[in-house]
């Protein structure tokens, strides 16, 4: 399984990004997909997760309202829209695919529930 995310930058705060991880190796639409941060010198930390359909996603605290996640089955693809962005969202985004096929619930929002990770795109908010 390759995930491959892209659309990472520099914006100003206030401003919007949309990163942007497509997969191959696996069917894609079986399996939940997660995106985590981890800012330099903090630990990886969950940001949000779209369930297998698409049809729950799910959000920390820090970024509910102002983030949203979605995927495209057909493009075996997973977006990470992100608006009113502040200099604390500064990290390097992850996304990663869950390991358990058509979880049902709760929501896969640790690292160990998720098997195969991306490269990793910096997202940089300067204030």
């Known amino acids: 399984v390759q995930l491959q995310a892209s659309g990472g930058g520099l914006v100003q705060a206030g401003g919007s990004l949309r990163l942007s991880c497509a997969a191959s190796g696996r069917t894609f639409s079986r399996y939940g997909m997660g995106w985590f941060r981890q800012a330099p010198g903090k630990e990886r930390e969950f940001v949000a997760a779209v369930n297998w359909s698409g049809g729950l996603q799910y959000y920390a605290d820090s970024v509910k309202g102002r983030f949203t996640a979605s995927r495209d089955n057909a493009k075996n693809t997973v977006y990470l829209q992100m608006n009113s962005l502040k200099p604390e969202d500064t990290a390097v985004y992850y996304c990663?695919?869950?390991?358990?096929?058509?979880?049902?619930?709760?929501?896969?929002?640790?690292?160990?529930?998720?098997?195969?990770w991306g490269q990793g795109t910096q997202v940089t908010v300067s204030s």
């Open positions: 990663a695919a869950d390991r358990v096929e058509r979880r049902v619930t709760p929501a896969a929002t640790r690292i160990y529930e998720y098997d195969y």
